[in-house]
């Protein structure tokens, strides 16, 4: 069973910057794409963003330039630093374990981010 934790969300002023955190064992990162969706009131879940077992990155072209998806493999850990937050930011953040097979999708408790002045 693949068991995900984040972390990190909160309410923060446009502009403002927030750092998620998500936590699993080692093999789960040496294994699977991790990516981030988030999802907003009244609207679908989306994509975010993605790293892959060998540590390629991809973002949703809307948080290009402002989010980065990055990991420590030594905190087993996989990071969002978010920057210059909007208020359409406002969403509860996932993470998400893929297999690279595409076979099978895990997914966190998720965080929410609030993005108020």
């Known amino acids: 069973q693949v068991q995900l934790v984040e972390s990190g969300g909160g309410l923060v002023q446009p502009g403002g910057s927030l750092k998620l955190s998500c936590e699993a064992s080692r093999s789960v990162f040496d294994l699977y794409h991790i990516r981030w969706y988030r999802q907003a009131p009244g609207k679908t879940r989306e994509y975010v963003a993605q790293?892959?077992?060998?540590?390629?990155?991809h973002h949703k072209e809307s948080v290009k330039g402002r989010f980065t998806v990055s990991r420590d493999n030594n905190k087993n850990a996989v990071y969002l630093e978010m920057n210059n937050l909007h208020l359409d930011d406002t969403a509860v953040y996932f993470c998400?374990?893929?297999?690279?097979?595409?076979?099978?999708?895990?997914w966190g408790q998720g965080t929410q981010v609030t993005v108020s002045s």
């Open positions: 998400s374990a893929v297999a690279t097979s595409g076979s099978s999708q895990y």
């Open positions: 790293i892959t077992p060998d540590g390629r990155t």
